[in-house]
């Protein structure tokens, strides 16, 4: 047993007098705050956006204008009697206009990560489809999201994506019912 102990501390000599050799724990590129919401993120991966936008607008436009002008003319004859002739004119020209739009999206969409910006940020795209009774809704959203604007949940809102391309359409039998007849388009195009 003396042996083995005596061994052990020649090795243990052996070692002290090697230099020292430790890889350190730390690498910068993966290197993430314990602190931090943020998960790494590659293309492929998938982040739920909460798509609400309210939209409004009005204009309103007011017009009026006037113009009067009048001509007149005397004569008189030599007896003393006046003749008068006049000519007289006005324009006027009153105009008034409105224009309401409004819109309202509220939809939850899972996208992709096509591609990651040079800055970090993602560039997300998708789309989804959905078929109610014959009728198609298709939503695609398009845009540019911070990486710190996705919460630790994976979700994101709307407002936070950046040039933002959000579409809504329909497909379908109530779509087609709202939409003018051929012919009814066709007179409109000549102002009929």
């Known amino acids: 047993m003396l042996r083995a102990v005596l061994k052990g501390l020649i090795w243990l000599a052996m070692a002290a007098s090697l230099p020292a050799m430790a890889d350190s ?10 602190t931090s919401d943020l998960r790494p993120r590659k293309v492929g991966d998938l982040i739920t956006v909460m798509v609400y936008e309210n939209s409004s607008a009005t204009s309103s436009a007011g017009t009026n204008a006037g113009r009067s ?3 007149g003319l005397d004569v008189r004859t030599p ?18 206009g409105t224009t309401q739009r409004a819109g309202r999206v509220l939809a939850q969409i899972t996208v992709g990560i096509r591609e990651i910006a040079t800055n970090g940020d993602l560039l997300v795209q998708g789309t ?9 809704q298709t939503i695609t959203l398009e845009g540019r999201v911070r990486q710190q604007d996705v919460s630790d949940t994976n979700v994101v809102l709307s407002t936070r994506v950046a040039e933002a391309r959000i579409s809504y359409a329909g497909q ?11 012919w009814q388009r066709l007179l409109t195009l000549f102002g009929v």
């Open 25 to 34: 724990l730390y690498r910068p590129q993966n290197y993430q705050p314990l």
């Open 69 to 71: 002008a009048q001509v």
């Open 128 to 136: 989804q489809q959905v078929d109610i009774n014959n009728e198609r």
């Open 172 to 182: 379908g039998d109530i779509s087609e019912r709202q939409r003018p007849a051929w």
């Open 79 to 96: 007896n003393g009697l006046t003749h008068g002739a006049a000519i007289r004119s006005q324009n006027d020209s009153d105009g008034h």
